[in-house]
């Protein structure tokens, strides 16, 4: 009997690319990774796959626009490989693993922040390396990746007083400067990038119960419509006196390290990140009340200016979730590991049409309105 995803290799490889033209940056263009090794180009206004590129070092599973936006970033599994894709061409321009090809050294990173220049990447990962009687497991360490060179050029120690096993958790970001590079977990942790010292660190209190295993209490994105220099995310916290725990919206900037953190309302099982519309007035997620088969999944609508729930919603949404908002703000995309995708109308959260991509994604999906097209 074939596996499945050897059954969906073998599908892609007999169907055509759906389209042989360059993808239009006039328009909004979403992209996403998917099985086997695939980068997919979804046209907002047809609201269909309009191309597709092989990945040479395997799944895709982290996406992030290049500063001068002409260039997506994806990193692979599950060699650490990375796949650098022109947005004009829709062809893969760089392409590198930092695992050795005899197994000896296996890498994991958890995500991965290029410079303004778009020429190093950051990242912290584990590293595996297999000696003679055993596997030697390192804990995580920074890293800095010279993509012209193909290779690891600079590697630094964590922080003792931040290390543990779970310390590559948590998204990251570069301020615009290129000075500092922000790691978002249950804490803010802000590094130098010329020697990765730790600079500033924004605490949030996290629960007792969970150890070393903490929460992830900043939830960050690539969101076209954040102010330049600025993340809006949402975190999670627990008040020190009777360990309530609570959500909010916070805004921190990049720039000038500065924050602001709003309290909303009780924590709940699991919150997605926040998207915000092209006028940045109102926020979306998608959150989850109770579990398994008790789940119920609702969106959830932010007033921004006021930093105030102004509606949720509940919908049948599918075990896997991945969410995020359309390039114009009015359509709400809701896919995850199957080919399945559904479209609800942002403004009344009624279900719009579904959509079959053909293909199980592997990521989120990286939205690129006209707006931050290059010029």
Request: hydrophobic letters at 40%.
């Amino acid at each position: 009997m074939m596996r499945r995803r050897d059954f969906l290799a073998a599908t892609a490889a007999g169907i055509a690319s759906p389209a042989t033209a360059a993808p239009n940056l006039g328009r909004t263009l979403m992209y996403v990774a998917a099985l086997p090794n695939k980068l997919l180009t979804f046209d907002e206004i047809e609201q269909k796959v309009v191309d597709q590129v092989t990945l040479p070092t395997g799944v895709g599973r982290i996406l992030v626009l290049s500063n001068d936006r002409k260039k997506v970033f994806i990193s692979t599994w599950p060699r650490c490989g990375f796949d650098i894709v022109d947005r004009a061409t829709n062809k893969v321009v760089n392409t590198f693993k930092l695992d050795l090809d005899d197994n000896t050294r296996r890498m994991w990173l958890r995500g991965f922040a290029v410079d303004p220049q778009d020429r190093f990447i950051y990242a912290i990962v584990n590293t595996r390396n297999k000696l003679v009687d055993r596997f030697d497991i390192e804990m995580p360490k920074f890293v800095v990746i010279d993509q012209a060179l193909q290779k690891i050029v600079k590697t630094f120690e964590y922080p003792k007083e931040e290390l543990h096993s779970f310390s590559g958790f948590g998204g990251l970001k570069v301020s615009p400067d290129g000075k500092y590079l922000y790691q978002f977990r249950d804490k803010i942790l802000i590094f130098d990038t010329t020697d990765f010292k730790l600079v500033q660190k924004i605490e949030l209190a996290r629960p007792a119960e969970f150890g070393e295993m903490q929460d992830v209490s900043v939830t960050i994105g690539d969101d076209p419509y954040d102010k330049p220099g600025m993340v809006t995310a949402i975190f999670n916290s627990v008040d020190p006196i009777i360990h309530h725990k609570v959500f909010g919206i916070a805004q921190i900037n990049l720039v000038d390290r500065s924050f602001d953190f709003t309290p909303v309302g009780p924590a709940i099982n699991f919150m997605t990140g926040l998207k915000l519309t092209p006028d940045r007035k109102t926020g979306y997620l998608v959150a989850y009340r109770d579990q398994l088969g008790n789940r119920h999944t609702e969106f959830w609508v932010f007033d921004m200016a006021t930093k105030k729930l102004l509606t949720s919603v509940e919908f049948p949404g599918p075990t896997q979730i991945r969410f995020t908002l359309s390039g114009n703000g009015k359509d709400i995309y809701i896919y995850g590991g199957a080919p399945m995708m559904d479209i609800y109308d942002a403004g009344t959260l009624k279900l719009k049409k579904t959509l079959d991509l053909n293909a199980d994604t592997s990521s989120f999906m990286l939205v690129v309105p006209p707006s931050v097209n290059p010029a």
